[in-house]
Structures are given as C-alpha cells and as structure tokens.
C-alpha cells in the first residue's frame, strides 16, 4: 500500500520559512516523479513544485526563487524548502507522486497523494 506522509506545516510569520517533507513508503520511490500542490480556502489545487528522479526541478512561474524542491533518494523522501513565505502563501499543501519521468501541473494525473499538513502565515 503506497502512502504518502507530509510534515513541517505550521503557523509562520511573513518573511519566515518552512522545510516541508514527504516520506513515501509502498513504491519504488526512485522510479516515480515526486511534485507539490496547495490549495487555499475556496481555490483550486494548484501546482507547486515536482522533481524527477534524477534531481531536474520545475516550479510554478510565481513561486520560482522563494521555494526549492529536492529528494533524497535514499530515504524515500522529498523536501519543500520555503523561504520568504507570505500570507498568499497559506493553503494546505500536499505531496504527490507519479510514476515514471513526467512532465504535468494537473493534480488528476498524479498517482498518489499524501493527506496535505496546513501552512499558515501571518501578515
């Protein structure tokens, strides 16, 4: 059974930072493209960030320089490193996995999703 557990959430002033992660479990992790979605309140789930096995990287235009996906391989993990965070920056955000080296910003094509962990930050 595959799942996926995010953590790091929390409550966070603006400017502040937050590293959030992801362990997987249940599938070979470096065979699939690990990604990020939030969704705030009323909105829909929206791209983040997604890495591929081999450490290529792709962001939303808008969040580009204030957030850096990574993996570890060995540890069947991914990363959400956060900086600069802002009150629009408030959703909950989830952990995704597909599988293979893909190319894709629509949440209906990812395999697997983790439960989200809420990131909240105050003005």
């Known amino acids: 059974q595959v799942q996926l557990v995010e953590s790091g959430g929390g409550l966070v002033q603006a400017g502040g930072s937050l590293r959030l992660s992801c362990a997987a479990s249940?599938?070979?992790?470096?065979?699939?493209?690990m990604g990020w979605f939030r969704q705030a309140p009323g909105k829909e789930r929206e791209f983040v960030a997604r890495?591929?096995?081999?450490?290529?990287?792709f962001y939303a235009d808008l969040l580009k320089g204030r957030f850096t996906i990574s993996r570890d391989n060995t540890k069947n993990t991914a990363y959400l490193q956060m900086n600069s965070l802002r009150p629009e920056d408030t959703a909950v955000y989830y952990c995704?996995?597909?599988?293979?080296?893909?190319?894709?910003?629509?949440?209906?094509?990812?395999?697997?999703w983790g439960q989200g962990t809420q990131v909240t930050v105050s003005s």
């Open positions: 995704t996995a597909i599988r293979g080296v893909v190319a894709t910003v629509v949440p209906g094509l990812y395999d697997y």
């Open positions: 249940g599938l070979t992790f470096s065979s699939y493209t």
């Open positions: 890495i591929w096995s081999g450490g290529r990287t």
